[in-house]
DNA sequence: ATAACATATGAACAACAATTCATATGAAAG
DNA sequence: CTTTCATATGAATTGTTGTTCATATGTTAT
């Protein structure tokens, strides 16, 4: 046990009321570490920005990268994390890879980020 | 300019089109960052669960410490991340900083990200 | 088959972020 | 005012992440 290493405050709150209420709520830590790595996903400009432009249009990898003024190699490991994250699928298209947005849940995220910092 | 880095493709699709409309829809570049930053807020399992714990109630530092089993100086470090978003916001009470979540973004940002990981 | 092309991938490097430890701040109680 | 307690902060350390570079994979066209 490491309990021990946690210090103890003395302040007069109630601390094991607290204590349980949140062990009972919580969501299970297999599931926190899954929404960590979900928001990590929209934590990065690079990959933002690769969300937006299939807002407009499916698109291969190249004009992704030629849109972003980036290399085909940055954004193809971004698509990688993108479709890890089943954000984004994508199809075989003649010689090029199309990616589209995999579900509505993408919008209505990035929706709700935009509203906050916009107030 | 730097834009002999990026190589262009020759593939078949309509790029001037696509970077067109990109460059119309895509919010300032200042806005991505603030959006990244604030997903980046969301993408650690401990502000995560702290704000879980605020979900709760309304809570002082010590006590957010005791309930996730974690140091009161790493839980401060991250309090006040969470802070510099706005996500929180804090009021005293005698000896002890009370934390409570700002307003109902966070549960619907949350809510989302959580209707993704489970499907 | 072979050449050309679009995309993917692995290793390396640099920038960043989370926790710990030691200590500082600042309110409250004596 | 001095001590105590709750919280904040800075520096150091360690782990993580994004881009680049070189190269591999796999499809299409000749």
Redesign the interface.
Known sequence: MS?E?????K???D?IG??D??KH???A?E???????????????TR??IL??L???D??V??I???L????SAISHQLKVLKQS?LISNRRD???IIYYLADD?VR???G???????E
Chains 1, 2 share one sequence.
Do not use: R
Request: net charge negative; hydrophobic share 40%.
């Open positions: 309990e290493k946690i210090q103890e405050c302040c007069e709150h601390h607290f204590v209420m949140v709520d919580m969501p830590d599931h926190l570490y899954d929404l960590a790595d979900l928001f990590k996903v929209f934590g990065d400009t933002i920005k937006y432009v807002f407009e249009s698109m291969c190249c004009d990268a030629d849109s003024g980036m290399t085909q089943k003649g010689k090029s849940h209505t995220i990035i709700m980020g935009m509203d906050h910092i916009l």
